[in-house]
């Protein structure tokens, strides 16, 4: 239970290659999507008997259920709740190669993004725009810290997600993969100019930054075009899950339209 438990910490997901899902949600999403991955269950007798569904997967998936109390599943979560459902489950990273390889049209680049739900809620979006990936680039924050995981609510399982790459060796391979680089930054034009002048029909990788610092120069210089959601309220800013969602959006109604 301890070893359970130690997950909620990065060097005991970075030694062993695994991570914590919690609450049913996240459970059925994993056994759905990448059964392969889940490699135990833990449960508490009253929320294995509300969510019968989730035992037969595990059944079918080969894994085990084990019985736990309700203080013992607490103490192994990262989360207060964990909604009766504990599971550990192995790291499944994507390959930049891989991720590349079938002509993705749309894909979100996360460089330095610290904040593990806006982190998670940028996936979750990109999910949900029909992106073909999401990348993690420089010092961001863990793909597989809990509150990430948790913030994907299954979208982790859903859309191949790299980590631990160089924005400037990602960039000239999504190039050469004949996709154009957008960054989100608000020294960059206003939004509505670039979407009359066409460009969100064409295969994009929306680069979005730090939270507080934005994109340094350096990486704006490498985009095509530097792109700023223009504020028509008394906002001072938007955040950057919730910026990131519009634009990919925007992207994926062009592409369709």
């Known amino acids: 239970m301890r070893a359970v438990a130690k997950l ?6 970075s030694e062993t290659g ?6 049913p949600q996240a459970v059925r999403e994993a056994f759905a999507f990448s059964a392969e991955a889940v490699l135990e269950l833990f449960a508490t007798p009253t929320a294995l008997e509300r969510h ?3 035992g037969r997967a595990a059944a079918e998936a ?10 013992v599943l607490d103490a192994m979560a990262d989360t207060v709740t964990p909604q009766g459902f504990v599971a550990v489950a192995r790291q499944f990273p994507t390959s930049v190669k891989e991720l590349l390889r079938g002509g993705p049209t749309l894909i979100a680049l996360l460089q330095e993004v610290r904040d593990p739900g806006n982190a998670g809620t940028i996936i979750r979006a990109a ?7 999401v990348i993690f680039t420089g010092r961001s924050v863990d793909l597989y810290n809990p509150k990430v995981v948790r913030s994907t609510t299954g979208s982790l399982f859903h859309v191949p997600v790299s980590t631990g790459v160089a924005l400037e060796a990602v960039i ?16 960059g034009d206003d939004f509505l100019a670039v979407r009359s002048d066409g460009l969100l029909r064409k295969s994009t990788a929306w680069l979005f930054g730090n939270e507080a610092r934005g ?6 210089a490498l985009a095509d075009r530097v ?11 938007l955040n950057l899950a919730t910026a990131a969602s519009v634009l990919l959006y925007e992207s994926a109604f062009a592409q369709r339209s």
């Open 8 to 13: 909620a910490k990065r060097d005991a997901r």
């Open 18 to 23: 695994l991570f914590l899902l919690e609450g």
């Open 52 to 54: 019968p569904e989730l």
């Open 62 to 71: 080969g894994v085990e259920v084990e019985f736990v109390t309700e203080a």
């Open 127 to 133: 999910d949900a725009a029909g992106a073909d990936g």
């Open 172 to 187: 000239e391979r999504i190039r050469a993969a004949g996709i154009q680089v957008l960054a989100a930054d608000v020294k």
């Open 215 to 220: 994109l340094a120069d350096e990486h704006l």
């Open 227 to 237: 792109v700023r959601l223009p504020i028509f309220g008394s906002a001072e800013s």
